[in-house]
């Protein structure tokens, strides 16, 4: 199985986003990136049920994956992260937040860690966002964790999750 281009690159750091924009201060993307011919060798499929409210603390929305990029692949890997949840009652001003990291060797996550996911989802009526990340030039060998966090925008804000999903996926490059 092979996969095509996805996301954007922000080489150097992650940071959060202040209305759509990288925080100050924050490395800004250096353009398209491109993670192509690549050979899918696992999948981790993770759902939760469970609702939770969102504020300004962090909020684990899923237990730690750790994958391994095979020691007899020299060319490494890629891993691609792709989160839905569902978002609503999220207070006026404010917008809920995904944020993946992925510990280990290796580049930071494309494009950036944190992402705003809603902020017009004010009501009880929920609705669904999906986003997507992948870090790249993962060595041969390494073991890589990858965490997935709630949490809200701006301090004081909330918000409520319910139903998500996240898939991990690892490529040989």
Not at 59 to 80: D, E, R
Not at 85 to 103: H, K, L, R, W, Y
Not at 110 to 138: C, E, Y
Not at 145 to 170: C, D, H, P
Request: charged fraction near 15%; aromatic fraction near 6%.
């Amino acid at each position: 199985m092979a996969a095509n281009a996805f996301a954007q690159d922000q080489e150097e750091g992650q940071s959060r986003e202040v209305d759509g924009l990288p925080e100050e201060g924050a490395a800004a993307a250096s353009g398209p990136q491109v993670a192509r011919n690549l050979t899918l060798v696992r999948t981790t499929i993770r759902t939760e049920t469970q609702g939770v409210a969102l504020t300004s603390n962090f909020l684990t929305g899923f237990a730690p994956t750790t994958v391994v990029c095979p020691a007899t692949h020299a060319a490494g890997c890629t891993i691609k992260v792709e989160v839905s949840a569902t978002i609503f009652a999220i207070s006026p001003g404010n917008a809920a937040q995904m944020d993946v990291n992925i510990t280990g060797t290796g580049p930071a996550v494309d494009p950036a860690s944190f992402v705003n996911v809603d902020s017009t989802t004010t009501g009880p009526l929920a609705s669904v966002h999906t986003f997507q990340w992948m870090k790249r030039k993962i060595p041969a060998g390494s073991a890589q964790t990858v965490n997935i966090l709630f949490t809200m925008l701006k301090k004081g804000g909330s918000a409520n999750t319910g139903f998500r999903t996240a898939t991990i996926q690892l490529y040989l490059n």
